[in-house]
């Protein structure tokens, strides 16, 4: 009995053992599985609205916390100063230019992504990622005339999110309601919506003919149907029941992706969060009002910057944190008064949201298009900072490579070693657009061609970098773009010329002038 006893306990240890191997070796493999993958998405936020960026009179500790535990780079684009040809680019891996359509859209544009071209979600998912979409869209839906009664497509479900929330264009642009994968939310069948971007309704009241009933005022364009006590773009009737809160939105949002990572947590996923803020109409929840004596701008960047960290602690609560990668960005530079006297620029104080950049949104000047850009990765990632040239195009191919794609974005390149902070070697040379205006950086140099136009549209009050001649600067040694070298270095600028023109081609189309009414 006694070696009987003995013999099944040496059993039960070798079972034991046994046992224990296997769940080590499942743990491993899926520790080794894809990683997840995040992109946090600003709307108009600069290159100096961040602290790690040297914000100084502005609190942004989540950002912060991304950046200084993460990959900061310092040469960090978008691809366009405005926000449609941005998404784009980030999507399909393609110059905005490239596209026609790519520049900003009413709301009722149809999609601008043809459905049969391969963009980052669809190659996603034939790696076996779940993809989602919550926040901004403004790329267009459907197909020309949108029915927003019934089902809108085609949209984001169609070139490649499994789960799309969303709305359709912009805060400031109706139509003012949630969609989810094409459906509008809360809509009641008898008060059914209808948009028009040219022709008022008869009988509403708009922005122009009855400010009165607005609680914010508009200073340029925004004039149109009220939603809230705030005036949009673009008339709007009916949808009662849909129309979305404007100081609960990023809430709203926070909420839904939150759900998103916790419903799909065994992954791997995709979720392009793609925020609002600080775009117009500045709203901020009654929670963070008069937070940073900024007014609207600076108190939806401290509610932005809340989300974000809402937003780590649920990656952390559900153990995804070190099998997530996280790119945080902004789609374009800044712009205090973008249509709405919301006391921008009177209590901007010392701050300066272009850092020590030149320009802003809408402009081909470096705060156009330089932009904060983060990787973080945690216990992957070292901390650290990167200066090495990349573009926000060139997450497409990168991203591809992560998740093990051969796919590649026709001007997208594999920076997946620069992004995790293995190389330091970035792009050579890059184009950067604005309201179909091109210029092109390379090395340390950008080169601005002449184009006609205002140099400055005063009603945002930003530089456009709009010349008669050419402008060679050396970012460098003149970061913000003080002094125009294309006289003094005739060499150069020739070989500039002749890069953009390889690339860009020597007929530009035409340049589509910045209207802001």
Known sequence: MKKYGVLLFLMFTLVSFVIVGCKGKQKSKKKASKPNIVFIYMDDLGYGDVGAYGATELETPSMDHLANQGLRFTQGYASSATCTPS??????????????????????????????????????????????LVGKWHLGLGTGVVEWNTRVSPGPNEVGFDYAYYMAATQDRVPTVYLKNG??????????????????????????????????????????????????????KGGEAAKWSDVDMADHFLAKAQEYVKTHKEGPFFLYYAMQQPHVPR?????????????PRGDVIAEADWCIGEFLKTLEKEGLLEN??????????????????????ENLGDHTPWGPLRGGKYSLFEA????????????????????????QVDLFSSIAAL??????????????????GKSNKGREQLIIEAISRTALRKGDWVMIPPYKGQAVNEKVNIELGNSPEFQLYNLKEDLG?????????????????????????????????????
């Open 87 to 132: 998404r784009y680019a980030l999507l399909t891996g393609e110059y905005p230019w490239r596209n026609e359509s790519a520049r900003i859209l009413p709301g009722t544009a149809p999609l601008i992504i043809d459905t049969a071209k391969i963009t980052l979600p669809k190659l996603l998912q034939k790696q076996g990622y779940h993809t989602g």
């Open 183 to 236: 459906l509008v939310q809360g809509l009641d069948p008898d008060d059914p919506i209808e948009v028009d971007y040219q022709n008022s309704f008869e009988g509403q009241p708009t922005g122009k003919t009855h400010p009165e009933l607005c609680d914010m005022m508009w200073h340029h364009g925004h004039n149109a149907t009220i939603v809230n006590g705030i005036p949009r773009i673009g008339y709007m």
């Open 283 to 295: 709203t901020p929840h009654p929670r963070f009002v008069g937070k940073t004596g900024m007014g």
């Open 324 to 345: 997530t990668l996280i790119v945080f960005s902004s789609d374009n530079g800044p712009v205090l008064n973008d249509g709405y006297y919301d006391d921008a620029v």
């Open 368 to 391: 156009g298009t330089r932009v904060p850009f983060v990787t973080y990765w945690k216990g992957t990632i070292e901390p650290g900072l990167s200066d090495a040239l990349v573009s």
């Open 403 to 420: 998740a093990g794609s051969q796919a590649k974005g026709p001007d997208s390149q594999n920076l997946l070693d620069v992004l995790l």
């Open 481 to 517: 773009q003080q002094t125009n070298l294309a006289g003094e270095k005739p060499e150069k600028l020739k070989e500039m010329v002749q890069t953009f023109e390889r690339i860009r081609g020597k007929n530009f189309g035409p340049v589509h002038e910045l209207n802001i009414q």
